[in-house]
């Protein structure tokens, strides 16, 4: 889950970007002044910060300053100064965007969206492949795979059959080419193997074997492998 320290002393307002943030499935974490969110920032290393510039004890730009000597963490500021220059130096000290008051909660909400979209949605989209609005998720970091949110094993090998497909989907693969791009050219075994070990993964991610909704035999040649990204 991702996790957003916002720091703003306004506590009515910090209620509220917390509640708008957590219905979009943000974990959140709040501090009212400097001191304490530059103590609880290593502790929490957030994904995102959302800072007020105007604190009663240090000012947002030195909270600001103080981090980026650490960390890259994308940063979003408000402010009720709406001058360009204003703009402009907090966007110099590292900021990622900037935000007047009075402004929108879901405003604020789309920001956050597109610039973890920018930073950290993009690391975590190169390393999870996800399929017809969730269905099926391969993760390439951790070598799980889940069906309906729910992980399902796979042998290494299922894996990695799966994987070479799913990177490439719609192309037609042989036997011979699934062997060598998923198993290596040393693989001691048949390339009817193969079919052994699409059948098992056609058990565990298809609704229904009749009609493979991922996996589809191209008769003549191979598999290659059909899904939505999303």
Do not use: W
């Amino acid at each position: 889950m991702t996790k957003i320290f916002v720091i703003d002393d306004e506590v009515n307002l910090l209620e509220v970007i917390k509640d708008y943030l957590q219905k979009e499935g943000f974990e959140v974490f709040t501090s009212v002044n400097g001191e304490e969110a530059l103590r609880l920032f290593p502790l929490l290393q957030p994904d995102f910060i959302i800072l007020d510039l105007m604190l009663p004890d240090l000012s947002g730009e030195e909270i600001c300053r103080q981090i980026r000597k650490q960390s890259d963490v994308p940063i979003l500021m408000l402010t009720a100064k709406s001058s360009e220059e204003d703009r402009i130096q907090g966007l110099a000290l590292g900021a990622d965007d900037y935000l007047v008051k009075p402004f929108s909660p879901r405003e604020l909400v789309m920001r956050v969206k597109a610039i973890l979209r920018r930073t950290l949605g993009k690391t975590r989209i190169e390393n999870i492949l996800t399929f017809n609005n969730g269905d099926l998720e391969i993760n390439l970091e951790e070598y799980t795979v889940k069906k309906q949110g729910k992980e399902i094993h796979l042998t290494p090998n299922e894996f990695q059959i799966l994987l070479v497909m799913a990177q490439n989907p719609n192309k037609a693969f042989s036997r011979a080419q699934l062997i060598n791009s998923a198993l290596g050219y040393d693989f001691a075994g048949y390339e009817r193997t193969i079919d052994a070990h699409i059948k098992n993964i056609r058990q565990k991610i298809e609704d229904n074997l009749k009609e493979p909704r991922y996996i589809q035999t191209v008769y003549g040649i191979g598999y290659k492998f059909q899904g939505e990204l999303s």
